[in-house]
């Protein structure tokens, strides 16, 4: 009878480390392959995480932090920098009013009654917040800062008003063993927030990693990606109350990450599809990461047609995160490399 507990426990233990493994992407192949030309990889921007677009005034907002550096507590040259859409130049920093420390990672543009707004998830010494700017005159203006305990651990970010947003916390525990567990035993303990003006409440939880969200144009359909869960959600949204009913989930076979929505209404996903190697790539800056690029359209019946659009082993870029095409380019950027590809995409006939 030991003998056999014995072999039990060994084989629950080994179907783990198997599904952690495949799940991980470690069986999968990399197939290098792009449907972008023209490339062009702009290197003067850190940790480009998440990509935003003000389509009217033409401009590529970019969240920066450089995650090496600041690992090491090395001085960083972190913020948000602007691409102009028209321009051969660079990106260039904002100046901003905010005063602390200021480490951004997902954002999130909006706008009403001739303001524009950019909320930006903040991670820094005192914890996780949401930060509102209104963006004017070329400037970044600091408006509120959002913080509560039940956003432990903030991820990506999405506004529907001025006061209310979406929030995903891509883990249950900031830190300690479960927090491991979340990882590599792939434990659900991840969850989306939604604060409607006043309150902070969980909408949608046992999620794998939750990471990119997104609301569609006409805001009645909210998009989240799960990293370890290789998987998106699409939920519809109870306008009063912001609660959330689930529609249908996606199996995406790939560590996804942030989601950007274009003028078709096409999902665009930055993917990591060997998390292991990311993991590994995220402690040596010399250790590529394979980066992917996902399009996807819907197609009825709850379902999407999924065009991988790009496909590296990470030595043109490491570690992809987000993805976005507008007016025939697509921009990808990576969550610690000093990299913004740039590349021009059109449709085949």
Request: with cysteine; proline share 2%; hydrophobic share 35%.
């Amino acid at each position: 009878m030991k003998r056999i507990i014995i072999l039990l426990i060994l084989a629950v233990i080994g179907f783990q480390v198997l599904s952690t493994l495949y799940h991980a992407g470690v069986f999968d192949d990399i197939n290098t392959h792009s449907k972008l030309t023209d490339i062009n990889i702009y290197t003067n921007v850190a940790g480009t995480e998440d990509l935003e677009i003000d389509v009217a005034k033409g401009i590529l907002f970019i969240s920066s932090t450089d995650r090496w550096k600041l690992a090491k507590q090395q001085t960083t040259d972190d913020g948000i920098f602007v691409l102009p859409l028209n321009s051969t130049s660079a990106p260039v920093k904002l100046t901003t009013t905010y005063q602390g420390d200021f480490h951004p990672h997902g954002i999130s543009y909006f706008s009403k009654d001739g303001h524009d707004y950019l909320f930006v998830v903040n991670h820094n010494r005192d914890g996780d917040f949401v930060e509102l700017f209104e963006f004017k005159n070329d400037q970044l203006i600091h408006l509120r800062s959002f913080s509560d305990q039940i956003m432990c651990c903030a991820n990506d970010v999405v506004a529907v008003d001025v006061d209310k947003f979406y929030v995903t916390n891509d883990h249950g525990t900031k830190k300690g063993w479960m927090r491991y567990a979340e990882d590599y035993l792939r434990v659900a303990d991840a969850s989306v927030l939604y604060f409607d003006g006043q309150n902070y409440k969980t909408v949608y939880d046992n999620l794998n990693y939750a990471n990119g969200i997104n609301v569609s144009a006409d805001s009645k359909t909210l998009y989240v990606t799960e990293a370890t869960g290789r998987r998106i959600s699409v939920l519809d949204i109870e306008p009063t109350s912001g609660e959330l009913q689930l529609r249908f989930i996606k199996d995406l076979q790939s560590g996804v990450d942030n989601i950007t929505i274009d003028t078709d209404g096409n999902l665009w996903i930055g993917a990591h599809p060997k998390l292991l190697d990311f993991t590994a790539h995220a402690k040596n800056n010399g250790a590529y990461s394979p980066s992917q690029v996902l399009k996807l359209t819907a197609k009825g019946n709850n379902d999407f047609t999924v065009d991988e659009i790009y496909l590296n082993g990470g030595e043109e870029i490491s570690g992809s995160s987000t993805a976005l095409y507008h007016n025939g380019k697509v921009y990808i950027g990576v969550v610690f490399e000093n990299k913004l590809l740039k590349g021009s995409y059109q449709e085949a006939l």
